[in-house]
């Protein structure tokens, strides 16, 4: 697998490049579209904002509460010390996580290439440092794509979300322990919830002996094993390449290109660890002692994650979010691609916080974002957040019932007026647009119930043939680019993404189709929705960069899966094709954990059953878990586990090679626009985003 670090190194060199493209490719283009691109812009092709994208967006500020500006007190509250260093250094050597290249949003109050809601989220995320949330609760924030906190215990300091990477989390621990943790142990850590930006560091702070040894308790929700990995393994190539898109991976940070992602600047690139929780939270409500002091934990399943859950502090009237609450509209359908999830059972866990703790509540702070002080507030954020989610789902389907489809859904459902005008129900991480899609997909999944749209045609084959009743290619053309010169681009969107997809190698169109997703790009308030077209427009224009191949999975991640788990992406990995006429039985039975699975190949298809075995196998494989881990790292391969003898073959051997030889590697870099497969001559450059975690997908 090649990781998204070493992907995005491969960028073609940027900001002092001038158009390269020869004449004829632009011949026929208006003068705004030959135009060179802004000085500073990242491509040699981009484009300034239009007129009509700065028109949107003045209007788009008019309408937005400008004059609430707390969060910007709240943001800055408490603020104990800056971090030292806007870069921090992976073990491996490079740039694990840099605020350096985000200075450019404090050196101008707002750039006509983005929205001022944006703009602004995107500031308050530079709130790198230590902070007191009250006396004995403090938070580094601005290290990560999320924060750390640090309650004192009686004895030592609980650690909220240990950040997505042991380097990050280290930094963090580093600066609280001078200024304020001292040399107090940690005595325990929280993991909020299952996504990897919220336990991945947490090797930076514990080490796994004292774990063991019984002096660091590591605390999470019900089913957090099970949810860690599981949620990214099956999709998790498409989802690793989807994220191109909507993190913006390939683009570099830039007025016109990445400004933040919403819940936080970006994903660290360091090394990513997990150590299983110790104790496990398995009631809906359940009080535990830790450290001497009462926590409140309030168990919220399939909300924000899969396993989730709050945590209330009643002696310090401290209330603990989790990624339940934070200062967004969070996604309820997932751009990178997630099973959606359930706004109306979130809202209700919102309203259960607000009623068993929020009414008496002095400050609520959670893992991404910045403390909320004072009842009033944290129950006005409560009570937004809690309508926000049931007024989605509830309108939606309202909409829905009177015949409103997954295809009208984002242009006629609006949040209402009042809720936003709040900044926290504002779209930085789900947007209204994606979200609505989404509870429809929920509840009534992807067919309109048109039968035109049934079983339509593949783009490709159908786009030839609107391209010929359009008149041909000179024709679209010509009206994409009046078009575009109106500023009507999701007109033009329509009829060029027709065009390329008729005449993948046709330039000029993919060229003019990218000036059409970078105006959209830059109108977007919702990061994500930005990223995805600007990344779009990146391919359309200098097609998907070469990158080296790497394993990237960490040893904890793989250990974290569990056999079956394993056995059932084998099944998705096997190529059918390659499996026609096999037909085999399997027994694999693992001696140190007790599990045994029967294994079968039949009608070109690999499925596993656990806790039964065949009564004639074809070939029995008896191999300890921990050796079996080797061959899922891939650090082993089945030949020398075998030779080692730790790999015990009864029967056909032969069978293992009839099996690897259907089995097929993913790789992320398949192409999404038509005509933009791999250049095979890739520039050198470092890239501007340095790494993103291989095997985690954080939220
Ligand atoms: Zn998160």
Redesign the pocket.
Known sequence: MITRRRFARTLPIVATAVVASGKSMLEGRSVLAQQRAPIGHFDPKGKAPSKYTVEVLKRARSELPFADDRDFEEQRRGLIAPMPDLQIKADAGHVAWDMERFQFLLKQPEFDSVHASLNRISVLNMNYGLYEVIPGIYQVRGFD??DISFIRGKTGWIVIDPLTTAETARAALKLFRQHAGGDLPVTAVIYS?S?G??WGGVRGIVDEADVRAGKVTVIGPRNFMQHTISENVYAGNAMNRRLFYQYGLLLPASPYGYVGQG?GQGVPAGSIGLIAPTRIIEEDIEDVDVDGIKLVFQNTPDTEAPSEMNTYFPEMKALWMA?NVTATLHNIYTLRGAPVRDPLNWSKFIGQALYRFGREAEVMFA??HWPRWGNARVQEVLRGQRDLYANMNNQVLHLANQGVTINEIHNVYEVPASLQKMWFNRGYHGSPQHNSRGVIQRYLGFWDANPATLIPLSPADSAPLYVDMMGGADRIMARAQQLHDEGQYLLAQEILNKLVYAQPHNQMAKDLLADVFEQIGYQQENPGLRNSYLAGAYELRQGIPAGEMANSSSPDVIRAMSTELFLNFLGIRMDSAKADGLRFTINLIVPDNGEKFVIEMENATLTNLSGFLADKPDLTITINRVDLEKIMAGTKTVEEQVASGVMQLDGDAGLLGKLASTIADFDPRFQIMPGTKIREAAVKTAGPYEAVPGATI??
């Open positions: 794509l999320s919830h996504h930006d919220h819940l990624e893992s991404h954080p939220e």
